[in-house]
C-alpha cells in the first residue's frame, strides 16, 4: 500500500483501519441477549442438540453472575449490550478461494493486507468478518500432514469427536460472566489442530473485524497442539470508528500436549469505542512450552489476561504483553500462570506506555499450588508514563504454597528521561522522533519477538500515537 | 405512620452484639466531656452503618474474618486490680521492661488501662506531655478534641476504626511542642491478660515542628485459652520538619487476634518513619498508611515478621504521595514456618500533581517449611508522570549455597539455617537501629528458631 502510506505519514494520531464498508448482511438477530438469539444463532448453524443446550446452560450462567466490579470501568455496559446485535452473518457460505469473497468484503480485507500475506509466506489464513470466517485455507503441504485449521463452525461440522473432547474444557462457561457470554452466543473463530510431531514453520493467522455499527462479536477458538508439535498462530483485530459502542468478547482455548510447544500472538487494534473482555487460556501438559504474545494498542476498554494452567510436570508458560493507552483508553492487561505440577517454569514479561489521558493497568497473579516442587517465576513489569494526565497501575498477585519454589515479581514505573530527549534531540533529532525512539527501544524486548511484517506494523502504530504526545 | 416496623423483627446490624452495643456505648461515655460524647456516638454510627469486611473486599481477600475472629462471642473485660507497682505487675511485662534500654519516659498497662507513667526531669518542664488518654481528657481537652479520631483515624476510614473510636477504653498521648528534641525513646509496653475478651486502645502522637522523638510500642500477653481481641489504633503526625519513629512490637501469646490501625501523617520536610515487628498472635492484622502530605515529606517504613504453628499475619500497607517532592521506601521481609501463613498488600499511591515522587516498596518470604504459605500484592497506582517507583516482591526458600557455605565453615545444619535467616531477616533491623530493640527482636527470633 504504497500510496496510503504517504497519506498516513501526514495525518495525526490517524486511526488506520477507520473505514466503513456498506453494511451487508444475510442475516441478524434483534438486539440484545436473551434465548431467543442463542436459538436462532444455533439454528443459523445447524448445529447437533448438544450445542445448543450447552449455549443455552451457559445462557443461564451469564444471567446468574453479577457484572464484575474490578477492573476497568463497566457501568456503561449494560446499556451498550442492550443495543448491539449479538449475530450477524455476512454471507451465506465459506469461501475457500479469494476469487469468491464478496468485493465489500474483500476491499476490507486488502485494506488490512491479507492476501498479500497470504501470497507471501502463510501457511493459513482465516478471516472473521462480523460474526463468521468468510475465508479459510490452508497451504497443501500442511493439510498433507493432517494439519487442521477450519473456522470453528466447521470443526464441530467435521471433527465432531475432536472438537467435542476438548471443547469448553479448557474455559468451562462457568468460568466467568463474560466466558458464559461467548459460550451462549459464540461464533466465528478458528478450530485448529495440529497432529503430533507436526512442526510448521510459518504462523497460521486469522484476522478479525467488526464492520456493522453496535455489533457484537464473540468469536471461540479451539487449539490442540499434540505431542511434540510446533506451531505459531497469529490474530489481528480491527474496527473502524463508529459513534456507539461494539463489544468483543473473544474465548480462546488451547491445549498443548506433552513436549509441544505453542505460541499464541494477538495484535489488538480495535478502534476506540470497543469494549474487549477476552479470556484466554492454555493448559500445558508435561514438557510443554505455551507463549502469549499479546499487543493491546486499540479499544476503549480491554480485559485481558492470556493465562497458562501448567498440569504437567516441566511444563513452560510465557507471556509477552505489550499495552499502549492513549487518550480516553483504558487497558486492563496482564497475564496468569498457574504451577499446578513440579518443575514447572514461567516468565511475565510486561511493558506499558500510557500517553494522554490513557491508563494501562497491568493485573497479574501467580500462583504455586503446594506439591509444585522446584517451580520458578519470573514476573517484570515497566510502565512508561508520556503525559502528566496518564495513569498507570500495577496489581501483581503472588500465591505461594510451595515452600520448593522461587517466584520474583519487580515494576518499575517511569518517565521518558529529559536527559535522554535532550541527548538525542543534540544530536539532531525532533522532539517526536527522540519520544519515538525511546519509546520503541522500551518496547523493543517483546517487538523483537513479533513476525517481521507485525514488528513493523507495531513500530508504525506506535510512532503515529506519539505524534502530538511532546509538550 | 404505622406501626408495622415494631412488629417486624429487625436484624442487628453487623457486629452489634450482646456486648459490643450502643449500652456499653453509653457506659464508657457516661462521664465523658460533650465533645467527646459526640464523637463516639457518631463512631458508633459509623461503626453500624459499615458492613463487615469479608473477603469479597479486595483489602480483605486472603484474611477471612469469620472463620478468624467471633465477635459474638467476646465479653468485656473486667476491671484489672494493680498498684503502680513494678513489683506488683505481671512477670511477662516485667521481664520485657528489664530487658529494655534507658528510656526519656516509660509507660506501662495492663488489659487496656495505663497503670504507669514516668518521664525524664526537664522534659515536662519543656512541655512535652506523656500521659494516659483518659487523664489527656482531662487535662488537654483542646489538643485531643482537635486530633483525636479526627485527622488520621476518623471512623469513616473503616469497621474496626469505628468501633475502635466508639469504645476505646484508655489510650496514650504523647506531644512534643516545637524545637524539642528527645534523646532517648519514649517506651510504651502493655500487658493483655485476660481471655475471651475485647480490648481497645489509641495511640496518639503530635509532634510539634522542628521536634524530635521515638516511640516504641510493645504489645504483649500469656497464651490465651479463648480468643481475645485487641484492637489498636495509632495516629501519628509528624508536622513541619519534625523527626518521628515510631516502632511496634506485637509479641502476643497464642489466642490474640491482633488488629491495628496505624495511619502517619507527614508534613512539609518532615521525617516520619515505622517499623512493625509481627511475631506473636494467632492472627494479626495491621492496616498501616503513610500519607505524605507536604513537599519534603519522607517515610521509611519497615515490617518484620515471623510465623510458625498456624498464625496468619496480613499486612495490609499504603503509601499515600499527596504533596510533591516526597518519598517514601518500604521493606517488609518475613520467614514463615510451620503452617503459618502471610499476607503482604502494599499499594504505592501517586497522586495527581505529586511529581516528583520517589517511592519504593519491597516484599520479600521465606518459606521455611512444607505447608507454610505467603501470598504477597505489591500495587502501583500512579498519577503524576514525573515519579520514580518501582516495587518488587519474592517467595522463596532458604538459599541452599549459603548454608552449604557455612556447613562448609564448620557449622551445624541447624546453625547455618539461624544464620541465614538472621541474615535475611535483619536487613530490616539494621535500617532502623533503635538500641533496645534490635536486641530485643533478635532475641525474639532466635527463640522462634530454636523450634524450628
Known amino acids: 500500500m504504497p500510496q496510503n502510506e504517504t497519506v498516513q505519514g501526514l495525518g495525526l494520531d490517524e486511526y488506520k483501519y477507520d473505514f466503513v464498508d456498506e453494511e451487508r448482511h444475510v442475516f441478524r438477530t434483534k438486539p440484545g441477549l436473551n434465548e431467543e438469539v442463542v436459538r436462532q444463532v444455533s439454528a443459523q448453524k445447524n448445529e447437533p442438540e448438544w450445542m445448543l443446550e450447552f449455549r443455552l446452560k451457559a445462557l443461564k450462567i451469564y444471567e446468574s453472575k453479577p457484572m464484575p466490579t474490578w477492573g476497568g470501568d463497566l457501568s456503561d455496559l449494560e446499556r451498550v449490550l442492550d443495543e448491539i446485535y449479538f449475530y450477524v452473518r455476512p454471507q451465506d457460505h465459506m469461501e475457500h478461494s479469494w476469487d469468491d469473497v464478496p468485493e465489500n468484503i474483500k476491499n476490507t480485507f486488502e485494506r488490512l493486507g491479507i492476501p498479500e500475506a497470504e501470497q507471501k509466506i502463510l501457511a493459513g489464513v482465516g478471516a472473521q468478518y462480523e460474526s463468521e470466517m468468510v475465508y479459510h485455507s490452508l497451504k497443501k503441504e500442511w493439510e498433507d500432514q493432517g494439519v487442521i485449521f477450519d473456522s470453528i463452525e466447521e470443526g464441530l461440522k467435521n471433527h465432531p469427536e475432536l472438537f467435542r473432547k476438548y471443547f469448553g474444557t479448557v474455559i468451562p462457561a462457568a468460568d466467568n460472566k463474560f466466558a458464559a457470554m461467548n459460550s451462549a452466543v459464540w461464533s466465528g473463530g478458528s478450530f485448529v489442530y495440529i497432529p503430533k510431531g507436526v512442526e510448521l514453520k510459518t504462523p497460521l493467522q486469522a484476522y478479525f473485524r467488526v464492520n456493522q455499527e453496535k455489533m457484537g462479536q464473540f468469536e471461540r477458538t479451539l487449539i490442540i497442539a499434540d505431542e511434540g508439535s510446533h506451531a505459531h498462530y497469529i490474530e489481528g483485530c480491527t474496527a473502524p470508528v463508529y459513534s456507539t459502542e461494539s463489544f468483543h468478547s473473544g474465548v480462546i482455548e488451547i491445549i498443548v500436549h506433552r513436549n509441544a510447544r505453542f505460541r499464541y500472538t494477538t495484535i489488538q487494534n480495535w478502534s476506540n469505542n470497543m469494549y474487549n473482555l477476552v479470556t484466554q487460556r492454555a493448559v500445558v501438559h508435561e514438557n510443554a512450552s505455551m507463549e502469549w504474545l499479546d499487543g493491546n494498542l486499540g479499544s476503549k476498554l480491554t480485559m485481558k489476561y492470556p493465562s497458562c494452567f501448567l498440569v504437567g510436570e516441566g511444563a513452560h508458560g510465557e507471556i509477552l504483553s505489550i499495552a499502549l493507552a492513549g487518550n480516553g483508553q483504558h487497558q486492563d492487561t496482564g497475564g496468569k500462570v498457574i504451577h499446578a505440577a513440579p518443575r514447572t517454569t514461567s516468565s511475565i514479561v510486561s511493558k506499558s506506555i500510557s500517553r494522554g489521558t490513557g491508563r494501562a493497568s497491568y493485573r497479574g497473579l501467580l500462583k504455586v499450588y503446594d506439591g509444585a516442587k522446584g517451580a520458578r517465576s519470573n514476573v517484570e513489569c515497566d510502565a512508561l508514563l508520556i503525559n502528566d494526565t496518564s495513569r498507570t497501575d500495577t496489581f501483581p498477585y503472588i500465591e505461594i504454597e510451595e515452600r520448593d519454589a522461587n ?18 534531540m543534540s544530536r539532531g533529532l525532533t522532539e517526536e522522533e527522540a519520544m519515538a525512539l525511546i519509546v520503541r527501544g522500551f518496547i523493543e524486548p517483546i517487538a523483537k519477538e513479533l513476525p517481521l511484517e507485525y514488528a513493523v506494523e507495531l513500530n508504525r502504530l506506535i510512532e503515529m500515537e506519539m505524534e502530538g504526545s511532546v509538550g | ?78 476491671k484489672t486490680e494493680c498498684a503502680d507497682d513494678f513489683a506488683a505487675c505481671p512477670q511477662g511485662l516485667r521481664e520485657s521492661m528489664l530487658e ?24 515536662a518542664a519543656k512541655g512535652v506531655i506523656l500521659m494516659s488518654l483518659r ?46 528534641r528527645l534523646d532517648l525513646p519514649v517506651r510504651v509496653t502493655r500487658w493483655v491478660d485476660q481471655a475471651g475478651v475485647a480490648f481497645f486502645s489509641r495511640t496518639l502522637i503530635i509532634a510539634e515542628p522542628g521536634s524530635q522523638v521515638s516511640f516504641v510500642d510493645e504489645m504483649l500477653s500469656r497464651d490465651l485459652n479463648e480468643t481475645s481481641l485487641v484492637s489498636h489504633a495509632v495516629e ?28 502517619t501523617l507527614a508534613q512539609r520536610d518532615s521525617t516520619l518513619d515505622t517499623l512493625n515487628v509481627s511475631m506473636g498472635a494467632t492472627t494479626a492484622r495491621v492496616d498501616l498508611n503513610a500519607s505524605l502530605l ?12 515471623f510465623g510458625d504453628d498456624s498464625q496468619h499475619f496480613d499486612h495490609n500497607t499504603s503509601q499515600d504521595h499527596v504533596a510533591p517532592n516526597t518519598s517514601s521506601d518500604l521493606l517488609y521481609k518475613g520467614a514463615l514456618d510451620g503452617h503459618s501463613r502471610s499476607v503482604f498488600r502494599g499499594v504505592i499511591r501517586v497522586h495527581r500533581g505529586a511529581q516528583k515522587t520517589d517511592a519504593y516498596q519491597t516484599n520479600r518470604n521465606l518459606l521455611l517449611s512444607d505447608h507454610a504459605r505467603a501470598d504477597s500484592l505489591p500495587n502501583l497506582e500512579i498519577e503524576a508522570d514525573d515519579v520514580k517507583c518501582s516495587h518488587g516482591a519474592t517467595v522463596g526458600q532458604l538459599d541452599a549455597e549459603s548454608r552449604f557455605y557455612l556447613m562448609s565453615r564448620g557449622l551445624s545444619r541447624e546453625q547455618a539455617e539461624r544464620l541465614v535467616v538472621m541474615g535475611f531477616l535483619g536487613e530490616v533491623l539494621s535500617r532502623l537501629p533503635l538500641g533496645g530493640v534490635v536486641e530485643k527482636v533478635t532475641r525474639v527470633i532466635e527463640e522462634k528458631l530454636r523450634q524450628v
Not at chain 2, 112 to 117: R, S
Request: hydrophobic share 40%.
Open chain 2, 294 to 305: 507536604g513537599s519534603g515529606a519522607n517515610s521509611d517504613m519497615l515490617g518484620l515478621y
Open chain 1, 407 to 424: 517466584v520474583g515479581h519487580e515494576a518499575t514505573v517511569s518517565k521518558v528521561g529529559e536527559e535522554q530527549l535532550f541527548y538525542l
Open chain 2, 1 to 78: 405512620m404505622t406501626d408495622t416496623n415494631s412488629t417486624t423483627a429487625v436484624a442487628a446490624p453487623e457486629g452489634v452484639t450482646e456486648i459490643l452495643n450502643r449500652g456499653l456505648l453509653q457506659t464508657l461515655a457516661a462521664f465523658d466531656p460533650s465533645w467527646l460524647r459526640e464523637r463516639r456516638a457518631h463512631a458508633w454510627d459509623v461503626y453500624e452503618e459499615t458492613p463487615l469486611p469479608t473477603t469479597r473486599l479486595e483489602e480483605w481477600r486472603y484474611t477471612d474474618l469469620k472463620k478468624k475472629l467471633d465477635l459474638d462471642a467476646l465479653r468485656w473485660p473486667g
Open chain 2, 100 to 123: 529494655d534500654h534507658p528510656a526519656s519516659g516509660h509507660l506501662w498497662g495492663i488489659d487496656g488501662q495505663v497503670i504507669h507513667v514516668d518521664l525524664e526531669e526537664g522534659l
Open chain 2, 135 to 180: 487523664e489527656a481528657v482531662k487535662a488537654h481537652p483542646q489538643l485531643l478534641q482537635r486530633h483525636l479520631a479526627h485527622d488520621a483515624l476518623p471512623a469513616e476510614y473503616g469497621k474496626f476504626e469505628a468501633l475502635n473510636a466508639a469504645l476505646w477504653t484508655d489510650g496514650i498521648l504523647l506531644f512534643v511542642p516545637r524545637g524539642v
Open chain 2, 236 to 263: 501519628v503526625i509528624a508536622q513541619d520538619g519534625a523527626q518521628v519513629q515510631y516502632v511496634s512490637l506485637q509479641r502476643l501469646g497464642k489466642g490474640a487476634f491482633y488488629q491495628a490501625s496505624q495511619r
